[in-house]
């Protein structure tokens, strides 16, 4: 698997645990309902897309129509402890890749390399430079969709959406013969599921740079470099989060108003010397000239969602035994419970050794090779990794 293989993979995995509609009400009672009716609110607030009439579309049009699903998440703690709750309408993308004519690089959309984010963030603490963070909220809704994409809401989503605007809507809904509300409408902007959503708003990101005048480097092209009064002004970006520096406070600030000129004012902005950044704790104030990469709270969340108590520590990330591995009629699989468990904590350590913790590097990229039909063996040196993780929080 390459990095931005992994990146792509990993990110959304491992960040946030999404749920559906109905388990995240179960989960979160009426919060989930208030994130959900937001969420509906700031994609009409988009235009995102125009219902139509169900005799409006062809055969053709209805067997290729997207499924929308409404996820629900509890999303990381802020900086006073605070888990916020937030619904997404996603559109179901998987049937686009069976569309005529469709490839895998269609769909491909460049993520910033993580030695990207770490050696511009060298130079940063070096010059001493203004660092901001920032995140284009909706940013996938700040993109034109440029084809023909139908998408239809069923059941609670399409009720919520009638509830909020009746006239728009009501004309459109119909039933499905089980007595299900059916929605159908088309796709204006680049809704989030959409294999080609990400691209669009790419393209759209890096023509806003280089309009104000920055030039996209040529080995990473989520990379961006502008002279500014005599100094580099350099932007990161993956997806959504940029990480943007210069000399001067100013220029910063100047930057992030351009920015928001192009996507309606739609930004969070996050100064100062220590941030959240895709993940890692970034920061540039307790040893200036230097910045420090940890993954503290991170690590505290993998351990408190280990299935079982990890008694004790080791002094190892793994043991002499950690590439043996017994024949195939001698193995036992691990049921579907803990073969999943695996699979994810094994997504949460490739995330983790590539950014902070580079010394469990080696017993990561056995796990990534087992995790297919991982055994009882492999759960126990993915234990043993565990706990030799958690005796290194208290270091």
């Known amino acids: 698997m390459t990095e931005a293989e992994c990146e792509t993979h990993v990110v959304g995995l491992v960040l946030a645990q999404m749920y559906s509609l109905k388990k995240g009400t179960e989960l979160f009672g009426e919060r989930a309902d208030e994130a959900v009716i937001k969420e509906l609110s700031q994609v009409e607030e988009f235009e995102t897309y125009q219902p139509m009439h169900k005799h409006e579309l062809s055969e053709e049009d209805r067997k290729n129509a997207l499924e929308s699903m409404m996820k629900v998440t509890e999303k990381r703690e802020d900086e006073v402890g605070n888990r916020k709750i937030k619904g997404r309408l996603v559109a179901d993308g998987s049937k686009q890749r069976s569309y005529e004519g469709y490839e895998k690089s269609d769909g491909s959309s460049p993520t910033a390399r993580t030695d990207s984010v770490i050696l511009t963030g060298v130079i940063d603490a070096h010059e001493r430079r203004a660092v901001s963070i920032i995140d284009v909220e909706n940013a996938f809704l700040q993109s034109e969709n440029d084809q023909r994409i139908i998408m239809a809401i069923r059941g609670k989503t399409a009720e919520l959406l009638v509830r909020m605007k009746p006239a728009l809507y009501r004309p459109y809904i119909w039933y499905s013969k089980k007595g299900v509300p059916m929605l159908y409408v088309l796709i204006n902007k680049a809704l989030y599921g959409m294999l080609r959503a990400a691209l669009l708003f790419y393209r759209k990101l890096r023509?806003?740079?280089?309009?104000?005048?920055?030039?996209?480097?040529?080995?990473?092209?989520?990379?961006?470099?502008?002279?500014?009064?005599?100094?580099?002004?350099?932007?990161?970006?993956?997806?959504?989060?940029?990480?943007?520096?210069?000399?001067?406070?100013?220029?910063?600030?100047?930057?992030?108003?351009?920015?928001?000129?192009?996507?309606?004012d739609k930004l969070k902005i996050k100064r100062g010397k220590v941030f959240d950044y895709l993940g890692m704790d970034v920061d540039f104030e307790s040893c200036p000239g230097a910045m420090i990469i940890s993954m503290i709270k991170y690590l505290n969340s993998m351990i408190e969602e280990w299935p079982e108590e990890l008694k004790g520590t080791k002094v190892t990330p793994h043991g002499e035994h950690l590439f043996k591995i017994r024949p195939d009629d001698e193995r036992e699989l691990l049921h579907e419970e803990l073969a999943s468990q695996f699979h994810r904590t094994t997504a949460q350590l490739l995330f983790l050794c590539l950014r902070a913790r580079p010394d469990v590097q080696t017993a990561v990229s056995f796990f990534t090779t087992r995790v297919r039909s991982p055994d009882t063996d492999d759960w126990k040196k993915l234990r043993h990794c565990m706990m030799y993780l958690k005796g290194t929080l208290h270091m």
């Open 207 to 264: 023509a806003d740079l280089e309009e104000m005048g920055f030039v996209v480097n040529p080995y990473d092209p989520c990379v961006a470099n502008k002279d500014v009064r005599g100094s580099q002004c350099t932007v990161v970006w993956h997806v959504d989060d940029l990480k943007v520096s210069h000399k001067e406070e100013a220029v910063v600030t100047y930057f992030a108003k351009e920015l928001g000129r192009c996507n309606k």
